[in-house]
């Protein structure tokens, strides 16, 4: 099993940044894609950015040339910075990756997802 720990969220006012981090433990052997989403009450869980192993991205429109993500394989650690947040990036913010790792006594590829973490933008 893998675990995904997210940390950074908070409440920041329009224009503000914030950093989010989510770090992924277990016995893992290796970590394919990893992502931001997010979902804002009433709507769908959606996209944010997604970074994969080799380090290619891919962003939501809504977030581009605004939002920044990157990853430390090293650490198992996907980061994504926002910058110029505005109201509408409010949302519960949830870490994802695609790990091969143990899980019992296989090792078996599987999409995890963190526990979500609330990020607020409002004055």
């Known amino acids: 099993q893998v675990q995904l720990v997210e940390s950074g969220g908070g409440l920041v006012q329009p224009g503000g940044s914030l950093g989010l981090s989510c770090a992924a433990s277990?016995?893992?052997?290796?970590?394919?894609?990893m992502g931001w989403y997010r979902q804002a009450p009433g709507k769908q869980r959606e996209l944010v950015a997604r970074?994969?192993?080799?380090?290619?991205?891919t962003y939501a429109d809504s977030v581009k040339g605004r939002f920044t993500i990157s990853r430390d394989n090293a650490k198992n650690t996907v980061y994504l910075q926002m910058n110029s947040l505005k109201p509408e990036d409010t949302a519960v913010y949830y870490c994802?990756?695609?790990?091969?790792?143990?899980?019992?006594?296989?090792?078996?590829?599987?999409?995890?997802w963190g526990q979500g973490t609330q990020v607020t933008v409002s004055s």
């Open positions: 970074i994969r192993s080799g380090g290619s991205t």
């Open positions: 994802n990756a695609d790990a091969l790792a143990k899980n019992g006594v296989a090792y078996r590829r599987s999409d995890y």
């Open positions: 277990g016995i893992i052997l290796s970590i394919g894609a």
